[in-house]
């Protein structure tokens, strides 16, 4: 007789298929009068035996065998056999009841052995009769209740009626995995590792000790803290160091499965959960899932996840010259230096974007810059964004936004402060030394005075997405729903690093009252979340009000920049005129005129343009008849409530020729 082969030569799946049929065929031969030829096919000439290497038919030395072979078996059955530590007689049924699953002559044969139930799976208690006269052991239904298998959910006892009638259940999924196939569930989306996304080097030494846990067979929960997709990259790098694949998963799906659990374990699959928390909410795992798999939870600055001996990561936003090489590596030694200023983006943004970026500069055959960064952003990974604010896409150039000289020198001040926003405390004393490196701007003028185009300039100067928020779904009734939206508003913008506008930002930062009634108390206490939620956010927020005086003071105080917005002099109204009318301008005097008669801020002045132009006749090549605009003007001073000036109608008959 040749030596047996080693537990590595024989596959484990034709290994338990074997193991299954010769026991269904011996059971037959004994138990069953004439048993029908479809268990001589079962038992396959001998194939137990021959993959054993032991005599053919002798059943007590193959399962002295199997017992010795089960704690060395290799895949996912023998990581199951080792976990649980299955006896012989567990083991046969839990692949027996798998082998239902994939084999039809299996389903013959249970079929015919629980004649006349029509049932094709093994019931309890089939299992019961064959683990007496197989192995001698004493299986009855009720030690199935409560059996680890079942606790873990690999197995389940499905059916109604009494337990003995009951049969055993193992997912065809699972099963599946356990003869090799390694295909990612349905329920599950692979997360792909890419050596090219940047993490922070200050990591490396926490990456390092926990892929040395994983490795070792620690089962810890990491709990990451930071932007969703630098969180993927990390869960993505932890992986491939332990020798395993990154899956997501919906964390509401991953508590109502716990046979996903298994699947990760048995599979060699690195479950991450992204769970989105407000402030004071907390996310637990069920406990059939604690301790199976090492599982990675993704959650942002609010919140806790509610598990015993959690490692926590907090990953910090790349430094500029990691930016900066991030950038290089993604497009090319060619890219400007100037994106790492314009974009504080982590390096899996970065590598989303590079793409969009090549596109966008292809175009007229230009080394990739800010410009090409802005068309980039419009719009990219901003679903979760949009449920609480809209896009704001408009480019404004130089010419596109008209300011007083003063005014003009505070913006171009905030444009350098945003620009420096993460170098700015280099040098500086120690009471600096944990910044935050977000900009707070307000912008405060009358209606129409030019803050949302100054919005819109900022943005289109910085290469940055613009998204306006909507107050009145951020602002909910129910208590801590405000706070929860807005926390998640800025956990999204944050890992966008996009610029927020929160137009008549009064309504939400308003004055604080004494704090007698109920309601006001948590006006009160709402006021004070967001206070602090805005000023320890990393990125640029402009919000706008027409009152200032109207805003809490404690707040007023937090802010990097105040613009005042004042209404248009002479001057800024004829540039006014000049910008919005463009080629369709009636001349240089007119537009003066027009100026020096009306003083309308530039919200007037556009709306004025606008109604002329779709008025007049004339081709889009020709000057807008001055009468038109004069017209339009009229108008909206009409809709102020207010009597146009007397130089207007004169104005007015010039235009006519009268």
Request: glycine residues 8%; proline residues 7%.
């Amino acid at each position: 007789m040749n030596a047996p082969d080693t537990p590595a030569a024989v596959a484990v799946p034709a290994l338990n298929r074997a193991f299954v049929c010769a026991g269904l065929a011996r059971f037959a031969g004994e138990h069953l009068g004439v048993p029908s030829a479809l268990f001589e096919r079962l038992a396959g000439d001998g194939e137990l035996y021959a993959l054993l290497g032991q005599p053919r038919g002798d059943w007590l030395a193959a399962c002295r065998e199997l017992a010795q072979r089960a704690p060395q078996l290799p895949g996912p059955c023998g990581r199951i056999l080792h976990d649980f530590r299955l006896q012989l007689h567990e083991w046969f049924a839990f692949a027996l009841a798998g082998e239902a699953e994939a084999s039809h002559l299996v389903n013959l044969a249970l079929a015919e052995l629980q004649a006349p139930a029509d049932n094709t799976r093994p019931s309890l208690h089939l299992l019961a009769a064959l683990s007496q006269a197989l192995f001698a052991i004493a299986l009855p239904p009720l030690s199935w209740a409560n059996h680890p298998l079942i606790r873990a959910q690999l197995a389940r006892i499905v059916g109604d009626d009494a337990l003995p009638l009951a049969n055993l259940h193992v997912s065809p999924r699972l099963w599946a995995l356990c003869c090799g196939d390694r295909q990612v569930w349905r329920e599950l989306h692979a997360v792909a590792s890419d050596p090219v996304i940047a993490l922070p080097a200050v990591l490396d030494g926490q990456i390092a000790a926990i892929v040395h846990t994983l490795r070792q067979g620690g089962i810890p929960v990491i709990v990451v803290r930071g932007s969703r997709p630098a969180g993927f990259a990390l869960a993505a790098r932890l992986a491939a160091g332990a020798g395993l694949l990154a899956v997501d998963s919906d964390a509401g799906e991953w508590n109502r499965r716990p046979l996903l659990a298994a699947a990760c374990r048995y599979a060699g699959w690195l479950p991450v959960l992204p769970v989105a928390l407000g402030p004071g909410e907390s996310f637990s795992l069920v406990a059939a899932a604690q301790g199976q798999t090492p599982i990675v939870v993704l959650a942002g600055v609010d919140g806790t996840v509610d598990v015993a001996d959690a490692l926590e990561i907090v990953i910090p936003p790349l430094a500029r010259d990691e930016r900066r090489h991030a950038w290089q590596r993604a497009l090319g030694p060619d890219a400007s230096p100037t994106l790492a200023d314009c974009a504080h983006l982590d390096g899996a943004t970065i590598a989303a974007l590079a793409g969009r970026i090549r596109r966008a500069a292809a175009g007229g055959d230009e080394a990739p810059g800010v410009r090409h960064l802005r068309q980039a952003r419009v719009g990219f990974a901003a679903e979760r964004l949009r449920l609480l604010a809209q896009p704001v896409d408009r480019e404004v150039g130089a010419d596109g936004l008209v300011l007083p000289p003063a005014t003009a020198r505070q913006f171009d001040q905030l444009i350098r402060r945003c620009r420096m926003r993460e170098r700015l405390w280099t040098g500086l004393g120690p009471s600096l030394a944990a910044p935050t490196a977000g900009v707070r701007a307000l912008f405060a003028g009358e209606s129409g005075s030019g803050k949302t185009l100054a919005a819109c300039r900022l943005a289109s100067r910085l290469g940055a997405p613009l998204y306006r928020v909507d107050l009145a779904a951020v602002i909910n009734k129910y208590v801590g729903e405000t706070e929860k939206n807005l926390g998640r508003l800025l956990d999204e913008a944050a890992a966008l690093d996009a610029i927020l506008l929160m137009d008549e930002a009064d309504a939400l930062f308003g004055r604080r009252s004494e704090g007698k009634e109920t309601g006001e108390r948590y006006a009160n206490m709402m006021t004070n979340f967001l206070l602090t939620r805005i000023e320890s956010h990393p990125g640029i927020v402009v919000l706008t009000t027409n009152a200032r005086n109207r805003l809490d003071a404690a707040f007023t105080r937090r802010f990097d920049a105040i613009i005042e917005f004042p209404l248009p002099g002479v001057e800024e109204r004829y540039r006014l005129w000049l910008s919005h009318l463009g080629a369709r301008s009636p001349g240089d005097d007119d537009c003066r005129l027009l100026a020096s008669y009306s003083d309308l801020p530039g919200g007037h002045i556009r709306n004025a343009v606008l109604h002329a132009a779709a008025l007049s006749e004339r081709p889009p090549d020709q000057p807008v008849e001055l009468v038109l605009l004069v017209a339009a003007l009229a108008d909206e001073y009409h809709k102020l409530g207010r009597t146009p000036p007397p130089q207007l109608g004169q104005l007015a008959a010039r235009g006519t020729g009268g």
